[in-house]
Every structure is written in structure tokens, then in C-alpha cells.
């Protein structure tokens, strides 16, 4: 059974940037495709940003497109989702979810086997 966990949540003033990070415990993350969705309080559960294992092609929601940046350290088989130009509209819970093989659906979240307890970001104005 593969772990994920987050780091790199915390509280910032809008405007502001944050790196979060996934790395998976006793296993490389570079055959999987990875992706990152967030809950905000009494909100759905929506995709934020997916990467793909093998030619490492990106996607994000609409939210996030130009803020944030979904890439791999393949050295250190960590995933992260750099964090630009922060909202408070941005403050959710951020999970990352893994899947060994080929998304068909990025932004879905039923397509990935393996999920993280989440890191909590918060912005404030």
C-alpha cells in the first residue's frame, strides 16, 4: 500500500506564493500520474492540477491557470504545485492522488487509486 503525503501548506496574505510538495513513502512517484485537488469548507471536492508519468504533460482547472504550476523532481520523486499570486478564494485543504499508469480523465477524481491526508492553505486578505 503506497502513502502519500503533502507538505508545504501554511497561512499567507493574498498576493503571496506557496510550494506544496507530494512525495510517496517507499515508492517512486515517477510511473504515476499525479494530481492535486482541493476542498474548500463546505465546497465540492474540485481538480486543480494533474501531470502525467510519461511525457510529463500538465493540466490544471481554470482557476488555476497562469497561478500555479504542477511539475516533477524526478531525482528527489517528489510532485509539487507551485502557488502564485494567492487568493483567499484559494484557502481549501490541497490533496494530492496518485494512479500507476494512464489517466484517461485528469480531472476526475474517481481515476486515482491513491490519496494523501491533505495540507491546509489558507490566505487571508
Known amino acids: 500500500q503506497m502513502h502519500l503525503v503533502e507538505s508545504g501548506g501554511g497561512a499567507v496574505q493574498a498576493g503571496n506564493s506557496l510550494r506544496l510538495s507530494c512525495v510517496a513513502s517507499?515508492?517512486?512517484?515517477?510511473?504515476?500520474?499525479v494530481c492535486w485537488f482541493r476542498q474548500a469548507p463546505g465546497k465540492e471536492r474540485e481538480f486543480v492540477a494533474a501531470?502525467?508519468?510519461?511525457?510529463?504533460?500538465?493540466y490544471y482547472g481554470d482557476f488555476a491557470k497562469g497561478r500555479f504550476t504542477i511539475y516533477r523532481d524526478n531525482a528527489k520523486s517528489t510532485v509539487f504545485l507551485q502557488m502564485n499570486s494567492l487568493q483567499p478564494n484559494d484557502t481549501a485543504v490541497y490533496y494530492c492522488?496518485?494512479?500507476?499508469?494512464?489517466?484517461?480523465?485528469?480531472?476526475?477524481?474517481?481515476?486515482?487509486?491513491?490519496w494523501g491526508q491533505g495540507t491546509e492553505v489558507t490566505v487571508s486578505v
Open positions: 501531470i502525467r508519468r510519461t511525457e510529463a504533460t500538465t
Open positions: 492522488g496518485a494512479y500507476l499508469g494512464w489517466v484517461g480523465t485528469v480531472g476526475q477524481r474517481k481515476e486515482y487509486t491513491y
Open positions: 517507499g515508492r517512486t512517484l515517477t510511473t504515476y500520474t
